[in-house]
């Protein structure tokens, strides 16, 4: 999808799906405290980060796309939060202290970036972490055999037709000409960024889940 596109991020909550209850919960269940600060990065139209505001000091909202940070903006304002600090960057380009951010969270932005830049991306967020900090990553990841792509790609493009908004031409084009790499290549590329991998889950071999924490 074109993230820049005003009618399609307008629709993307609808066709992405999401729930803000359950956002809290995974950031409650983060520990995210109320002296704490944080980023959600490539943040989208901001379900996330404005439910961190509510719990954190400062709730730091970074994406490229200036029509997303818009749609945070007014999803913060709506509630009247203040402590939402937009950022239009990239993992590669924003621009936030070293050692200043408790918790950095990322939800199905990481896999824009190639493996290579993944790494140095992995290793700007360690950067950014306090000493003890915590990195919570979801993605799109194959937890599967290279010879079993074709039939998780088929059953994947089934599933998001049948349960999202996303149709089969989409998801067919994120495969081919997004980035997501193998879950045996993300934890190596997480533990060789610094962190210590904590937790990791993975389901339907094609969502992965990693709670990580700066050592
Ligand atoms: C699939 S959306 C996910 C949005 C949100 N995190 C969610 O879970 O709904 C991907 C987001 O990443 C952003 N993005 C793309 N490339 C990025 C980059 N290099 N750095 C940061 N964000 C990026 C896009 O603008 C978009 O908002």
Not at 4 to 23: C, K, L, M, N, T
């Amino acid at each position: 999808m074109n993230f820049d596109d005003a009618a399609e991020v307008a629709s993307y909550d609808a066709r992405q799906g999401g729930d803000p209850a359950e956002d809290r919960g995974l950031l409650e269940g983060l520990g995210l405290g109320v002296d704490e600060a944080m980023a959600d990065i490539g943040c989208g139209t901001g379900m996330l980060v404005v439910e961190a505001a509510k719990l954190c000091r400062e709730a730091h909202a970074v994406d490229i796309s200036t029509e997303m940070l818009g749609v945070t903006l007014a999803r913060a304002k709506a509630q009247n939060l203040t402590n939402v600090v937009p950022h239009r960057a990239g993992f590669l380009s924003y621009e936030l202290p070293d050692s200043s951010l408790d918790l950095i969270t990322s939800k199905f932005a990481l896999h824009h970036l190639p493996d290579l830049w993944k790494g140095v991306a992995l290793a700007r967020l360690h950067r950014t972490l306090k000493p003890g900090g915590r990195l919570f990553l979801r993605d799109v990841v194959f937890s599967c055999d290279p010879a079993e792509i074709p039939t998780v790609s088929e059953e994947w493009i089934a599933w998001m037709s049948a349960n999202t908004g996303y149709s089969r031409a989409e998801v067919a084009q994120h495969i081919r000409d997004e980035h997501s790499t193998f879950s045996w290549i993300m934890a190596g590329l997480i533990e060789r960024a610094g962190f210590r991998i904590n937790h990791a889950e993975y389901s339907m071999r094609i969502y992965a889940d990693y709670i990580a924490e700066k050592t």
